[in-house]
């Protein structure tokens, strides 16, 4: 499991502006959430692809097709049931081969989103390879106060989108996170666009730095 990191988001404004900075926030959801998707959603052409990698490189196939298989596409490890084994979907090579993704599509992927699957879009456009998930929501007259975990780290990207929203209803947001380093707690806080769009832009230059490393 990734550690998670504790985000606390807090925006000053009126009360009515602040309730419709949450409405618009947690759209689509069933709980006062912090839906990143409302700021950048993910493409929906990435949503069910999963990767696999082997010694030929890495391939791409659509979670929907392994689940309508049957069991003979799924690797089933010794001692695990079938049914166990589709939850974590491990799909053999044969089944990759026949059902993989052909490379013009990825490249039109890469082309038109600049991944070719969900979990690269996520760490490379959120900052995080999964939506937050709240830990608390208060809303009071002049503020209203999100507290989200968020999985290895910060949304940088999404974080100076988020001020631009914000700027939009009239108010004020202050962006803290609490970051594991060693032992100990690191706190940080975020308060102007400026610093926001400075952080965001270092992720960027480390992401792309990793990619590089990863596709050598």
């Not at 998670?4 to 985000?7: D, Y």
């Not at 830990?135 to 007259?141: I, N, P, Q, T, V």
């Not at 960027?204 to 730095?209: A, D, G, H, L």
């Given at each position: 499991m990734p550690d998670?990191?504790?985000?606390k988001i807090t925006v000053k404004n009126e009360r009515e502006q602040n309730q419709k900075l949450s409405?618009?926030?947690?759209?689509?959801?069933?709980?006062?959430?912090?839906?990143?998707?409302?700021?950048l959603p993910v493409p929906e052409e990435l949503l069910g692809i999963q990767a696999i990698s082997?010694?030929?490189?890495?391939h791409y196939y659509n979670i929907d097709d392994l689940d309508a298989a049957n069991d003979d596409a799924i690797m089933i490890p010794t001692g695990m049931s079938p049914h166990l084994a589709r939850t974590f979907s491990f799909p053999t090579t044969e089944w990759i081969e026949e059902n993989k993704i052909d490379e013009f599509t990825i490249r039109r992927y890469k082309r038109d989103f600049g991944s070719a699957y969900w979990y690269d879009w996520c760490s490379k456009y959120w900052g995080t390879k999964w939506n937050s998930r709240l830990?608390?929501?208060?809303?009071?007259?002049e503020k209203v106060v999100w507290e989200i975990s968020t999985a290895w780290s910060?949304?940088?990207?999404?974080?100076?989108?988020?001020f631009d929203i914000v700027e939009k209803f009239e108010g004020e947001a202050v962006w803290e996170h609490a970051t594991p380093n060693g032992?100990?707690?690191?706190?940080?806080?975020?308060?102007s666009h400026e610093l926001a769009a400075e952080l965001a832009n270092l992720?960027?230059?480390?992401?792309?730095?990793m990619m590089e490393e990863f596709e050598k």
């Open positions: 998670m990191i504790l985000n409405d618009f926030m947690c759209e689509g959801s069933e709980d006062w959430s912090f839906d990143f998707n409302n700021i082997d010694s030929k490189g890495q830990e608390s929501y208060s809303l009071e007259d910060p949304p940088f990207p999404l974080i100076p989108m988020f032992d100990d707690i690191q706190n940080f806080v975020i308060n992720h960027r230059i480390q992401y792309e730095k």
